[in-house]
């Protein structure tokens, strides 16, 4: 019905994304099917552009009065999207995921009545409908877990129409994350034919938990708000344990399976844990961040050390197959660490922050 | 889980791949070989950053309580630190680890907190304050030409933008009028120093692994001091064409080396500055949406066929 690549397709294309191997190549076209895809940051950047070309098509429709603007634009970009994956054979490309994932949650929004009780409720839920269809549609791991990640939205606004209080509130929308996330991590368990439905699992693995933290850790600010004596809430204390309990279970399942994503949640839930733990240790902020980040530097550096010769399989070195597609994103993360003073002497000095500010060649700007 | 083993079997008996290519695929895809290199530098990424934020916030803090040349003696030491153990390293001849270069790195970043900091305590520069960028950019570059370090080489150049008051955060590029005007020309300034800088670098057969972050340097800060004077009333004409030259050059160096970063920049970087043109000139909604949707088309257009030119699936 609709037009993709099937799971030995699929699975010919990933193998030779792996390998840097040429779609051209004769041999393996024939089995690729003449399906296209991009490479990640091209398909980002087409990705981007589709979303601004999807969002002027709305401003257009708006402008010219069109009589539902947002179903009119909704229902032309799905075309224009399926045109593309049927006629041009992209999937994987970008543009064709952001014209139709941008159709499909306009073409919610516009369906949803505005009128009576509960349109959050109904809009939240005709999001997260939109976004795994568009997540099936394309196999997208991203829309997937944002559609699960808005299915909790539309939990918690259920949740507070019942009678609950704000704690059980978020002890229950969080639950519902970690439960995804576990659920995610069992499943990754079987044998699958497409690395698609592998990636799925694996972005819930690590996202949800930290979803399902940030539910938690919102609730216990609350919380301790109203009574600021109380230093390990009944909040804090879930805040604690749920990332604690989850990251130890994705840790080792992880290393047993050796599986990078649930080793990356292992290491997100631990970062939560840290942060929740501020209100047991009581240290300001600076020292905290000076404290945690000393502690996993160490424990990172004798991991290296340790690893550095292969035990059981297991190493540090880097071996994989390819180019490190992430090492520019390395060299853009150092320069925005680098600090830099953005203030005549005098005032106080700012440091490491997220980007780089001017200091003036004439020491003024 | 999934496994293409028997893909990576058969392209390896088409004689697409060879036998080392096919086993270490088939061992990475069974886990026989497992590397954490990939997490193991986000943890030192992470780590880094908390403890530079947490030094930046440290200083602000505790100034009055601890006292200036305690935490400047103090950073001082612990960054000399960092440096002796990269210096170790390079005097045993050992090749430094993933580890070992954030170290480096953490090191170079608590020199530079602690240098700003010390200037705005006790103002040795004077009203030339800023030129501590320099001095700053000058050290970490020697540093990592001396050390080997890519991560260290961004930090000087960085440091180097900033001396030159090339500003990131995309609102400045919506300032008025001259302030601008002059930030884009330091901006092509900055760039071009780079380039320069980076041609003696191959003149003078240094690492050919610096070579890849000056070109990506020099190409976002020029595309940015390029978009800064499209976006000036009075440079508008003279930036766009310039705009348009270095994604020209930009395109073509993507496509000349097979690298498709610098083919995303040149199309990215112009779509950006045209729409950004047509609403500032056209000033009516309509009209603005409609050319900036036929802009984005043509780009999406030529980004797509320009990447059919590229080796697919390269990241």
Redesign the interface.
């Known amino acids: 019905m609709f037009a993709r690549p099937s799971a030995e397709q699929e699975?010919?294309m990933?193998?030779?994304?792996?390998?840097?191997?040429?779609?051209?190549?004769p041999?393996?076209a024939e089995r690729i099917g003449g399906w296209?895809?991009?490479?990640?940051?091209?398909r980002g950047?087409?990705f981007?552009?589709?979303v601004?070309?999807a969002g002027?098509?709305v401003?257009?429709a708006a402008?010219?009065h069109v009589p539902g603007p947002f179903l009119v634009a909704g229902l032309a970009l799905v075309a224009v999207a399926e045109q593309l994956i049927e006629r041009r054979r992209l999937f994987g490309?970008g543009?064709e995921e952001a014209l139709e994932v941008v159709g499909l949650l306009l073409i919610g929004f516009a369906l949803v009545d505005g009128s009576g009780t509960a349109f959050e409720i109904r809009l939240a839920l005709a999001l997260a409908l939109a976004l795994l269809a568009a997540g099936l549609r394309f196999l997208n791991p991203l829309f997937t877990t944002l559609a699960v990640a808005t299915l909790s939205f539309a939990l918690d606004l259920i949740v507070s129409t019942l009678e609950v209080g704000a704690l059980s509130r978020a002890v229950i929308v969080a639950v519902f994350c970690f439960a995804a996330a576990a659920v995610a991590l069992g499943l990754?368990?079987?044998?699958?034919?497409?690395?698609a439905?592998?990636a799925m699992l694996d972005w819930l693995v690590v996202a949800m938990p930290v979803a399902g933290y940030l539910w938690l850790e919102g609730r216990s600010a609350s919380a301790l708000a109203a009574d600021p004596r109380q230093h390990l809430s009944v909040a804090s204390a879930v805040a604690i344990a749920m990332p604690a309990l989850f990251g130890a279970l994705s840790l080792r399942g992880g290393i047993r399976?050796?599986?990078?994503a649930p080793?990356?949640a292992g290491?997100a839930c631990a970062?939560c844990v840290g942060y929740a733990l501020r209100h047991v240790t009581g240290l300001?902020?600076?020292?905290?961040?000076?404290v945690?980040?000393?502690a996993?530097?160490v424990?990172?550096?004798a991991?290296?050390?340790y690893?550095?010769t292969?035990r059981a399989?297991?190493?540090?070195?880097?071996?994989?197959?390819?180019?490190?597609?992430?090492?520019?994103l390395?060299?853009?993360?150092?320069?925005a660490?680098?600090?830099?003073?953005t203030?005549?002497?005098?005032?106080?000095?700012?440091?490491?922050?997220g980007?780089?500010?001017?200091?003036?060649?004439?020491?003024g700007? | 889980m999934h496994t293409l083993e028997a893909e990576y079997r058969e392209l390896h008996q088409a004689g697409v791949v060879d036998g080392v290519t096919a086993s270490r695929a088939i061992a990475l895809d069974d886990g026989s070989l497992f590397p954490v290199f990939g997490e193991l530098r986000f943890a030192l990424y992470a780590a880094v950053a908390a403890i530079t934020t947490g030094v930046g916030m440290l200083f602000k803090a505790n100034i009055e309580r601890i006292g200036p040349w305690t935490l400047i003696g103090g950073l001082g030491l612990a960054a000399a630190g960092c440096y002796g153990a990269a210096i170790r390293s390079r005097l045993r001849g050992e090749a430094r680890s993933i580890g070992g270069d954030y170290v480096l790195l953490l090191g170079a970043l608590i020199l530079s907190a602690d240098l700003g900091y010390a200037e705005s305590q006790f103002h040795w520069l004077g009203p030339q304050w800023s030129w501590h960028l320099l001095i700053l950019a000058g050290w970490h570059a020697a540093t990592a030409y001396a050390l080997n370090s890519r991560l260290v080489l961004s930090v000087a150049l960085t440091s180097l933008a900033a001396w030159f008051g090339v500003d990131a955060r995309a609102e400045t590029l919506f300032r008025d009028g001259s302030s601008l005007r002059h930030s884009g020309c330091e901006a092509l300034l900055c760039s071009a120093l780079i380039v320069a800088w980076r041609t003696a670098h191959r003149r003078l057969r240094g690492v050919a692994e610096f070579d890849e972050v000056f070109d990506h340097f020099a190409a976002n800060v020029a595309f940015w001091g390029a978009l800064a004077l499209s976006f000036g009333a009075d440079t508008r004409a003279a930036g766009t064409l310039l705009l348009l030259a270095i994604a020209a050059v930009a395109i073509g160096k993507g496509l000349r080396n097979r690298q498709e970063p610098f083919v995303v920049y040149g199309v990215g970087y112009t779509a950006l500055g045209l729409c950004v043109l047509e609403a500032q000139l056209l000033r009516d909604g309509l009209a603005t949406a409609v050319f900036g949707l036929a802009t984005v088309v043509l780009a999406v257009v030529l980004l797509w066929r320009l990447h059919a030119q590229l080796k697919p699936d390269s990241p």
């Open positions: 699975r010919w990933a193998a030779a994304a792996r390998l840097g191997v040429s779609r051209d190549t041999w393996l296209k895809a991009a490479g990640t940051f091209t950047a087409l981007a552009l589709g601004v070309a002027l098509s401003a257009i402008l010219l490309a543009v990754g368990a079987a044998r699958l034919r497409r690395p439905h592998d399976r050796r599986r990078h080793i990356l290491m970062g300001a902020l600076e020292v905290r961040l000076i945690w980040g000393s996993a530097l424990l990172a550096l991991l290296d050390r690893l550095r292969p399989g297991i190493t540090s070195r880097d071996v994989g197959l390819g180019k490190d597609a992430l090492g520019l390395q060299l853009v993360g150092a320069g660490l680098t600090p830099s003073a203030q005549p002497p005098g005032a106080p000095f700012k440091g490491a922050g980007g780089f500010d001017g200091g003036g060649a004439s020491g700007y």
